[in-house]
């Protein structure tokens, strides 16, 4: 074998030894400049008979795209496939290479480039413009990763973490996570209970029965589903959900007080302009170090501030305190006084009354958010990462592009570890 034949096959790490490097070359491909390795497969015996006796009968040439240092200049290797006429079984047959697959022009390594890239937070034509390559080339190999249709009903995470997002269509999906290896159970197409109930109730209820968690948002019916399909599965309110709505009903109420007063007055910058300390936790405000505030002309520390808004208005106050000392509660995991702040007769705002009384409905949820350390923050993080997935795409049109998309991105996913052997080495 000659030094050159060896040279080409170390620097593009081909080690198929029917393959044989002739020559290189640069030329035009498609009004592009292109580089040109000519290469040949030699074919020595039948391969349906395995007879010797043969018959040569010329080459099918093929250009078979490969990975490039440099995009701007696509790699091809033009391979001359040897033809034969097998005397003993008179059967036609042609040379294949490990390189590529029959009737396919894209090489194995420049999929494998592909599958390397999608697991990256890469455009689809940006991916294509990179290996010398069209989207649909992309797709579909993106597409041999699609969800397989087989699903494992005999295992459940015991922590399971439920919310959703917006995708194909700006259509709300459902997601389920594993609360705590933060691995993508299931995604499904809408977040409608039926279906939701439809897909888990395909296990057994011996494998429901070993969930011990299920973490969530306030959503009504999230709640009831959980409780029916997992009946050993304690309900756990997200802590993160819990300040939110919190937080939400003293801001109403302090914008609605912010109104009663004129534009621009000394109370109304109060209220206005500093509503950020008013959701700080009260112990981290700045009790001793006075600075000029300069919408109030005065030099006051953050609890002067915060003191002084609240003492415009009673309800104001009770407001904050009961958000304070719930935010508290929740933080130090103290459940006694959680429940009875919940049950609080204090004269607090519209929304806060309505948030307290979303509270009471769902008290026991409530306590086990301050008892159980499970959240549903991994899956937060999910959620955003899904958001820049389809942000960097701008879109898709095909939810199971995105399903895919999503989990080859998965951190640690299995199928991210297998997308390097997924294509024979050639």
């Not at 099918?60 to 079984?89: G, H, Q, T």
């Not at 208005?313 to 305190?321: F, K, S």
Request: charged share 25%; net charge positive; glycine share 4%.
């Amino acid at each position: 074998m000659s030094s050159c034949n060896d040279c080409i096959k170390f620097s593009l790490n081909i080690k198929d030894p029917l393959l044989e490097f002739l020559d290189i070359s640069t030329g035009k491909y498609r009004n592009r400049e292109a580089k040109f390795y000519h290469a040949i497969v030699h074919l020595d015996h039948c391969l349906n008979c395995g007879s010797d006796n043969i018959v040569h009968n010329g080459h099918l040439y093929s250009n078979v795209r490969y990975p490039a240092l440099d995009a701007s200049l696509p790699v091809f290797i033009r391979i001359a496939k040897e033809r034969i006429i097998c005397r003993n079984c008179q059967t036609n047959s042609m040379a294949q290479t490990e390189l590529v697959d029959k009737y396919c022009c894209i090489s194995n390594a420049t999929k494998r480039k592909i599958i390397g890239s999608l697991t990256e937070d890469w455009s689809m034509k940006s991916i294509a413009r990179q290996t010398s390559t069209s989207t649909n080339t992309v797709q579909r190999v993106l597409e041999k990763y699609s969800p397989s249709s087989f699903e494992d009903t005999d295992w459940l995470p015991e922590y399971l973490a439920f919310d959703e997002f917006r995708g194909v269509g700006r259509q709300l999906h459902f997601i389920a996570i594993d609360g705590h290896t933060h691995k993508i159970v299931k995604v499904l197409p809408t977040r409608l209970k039926k279906d939701i109930i439809n897909y888990f109730k395909r296990f057994p209820i011996t494998v429901r029965n070993k969930v011990k968690t299920v973490t969530m948002d306030l959503n009504y019916y999230y709640d009831i589903m959980a409780k029916e399909l997992f009946p050993n599965a304690q309900v756990i309110l997200d802590r993160f959900h819990i300040v939110q709505m919190l937080n939400r009903s003293f801001n109403s109420c302090r914008i609605q007080e912010t109104k009663k007063h004129k534009k621009g007055s000394w109370e109304y910058n109060l209220l206005k302009y500093y509503w950020k300390l008013y959701l700080k936790p009260f112990d981290d405000l700045e009790k001793v170090k006075p600075c000029y505030q300069s919408r109030l002309k005065n030099t006051l520390t953050q609890e002067q501030i915060v003191a002084d808004g609240l003492s415009l208005n009673n309800e104001l106050e009770n407001t904050y305190n009961l958000m304070q000392d719930i935010s508290k509660a929740l933080k130090y995991r103290d459940t006694k006084k959680l429940r009875s702040l919940i049950q609080s007769k204090d004269h607090v705002g519209n929304m806060m009354h309505t948030t307290l009384n979303t509270f009471k409905r769902n008290l026991h949820d409530i306590l086990n958010a301050a008892k159980f350390d499970e959240s549903n923050g991994c899956l937060e993080g999910t959620n955003r990462k899904i958001k820049q997935i389809e942000r960097t795409a701008y879109g898709y049109a095909n939810f199971n592009h995105l399903v895919t998309r999503i989990k080859l991105e998965e951190k640690d996913a299995i199928i991210k570890e297998k997308a390097s052997d997924y294509y024979l080495a050639a």
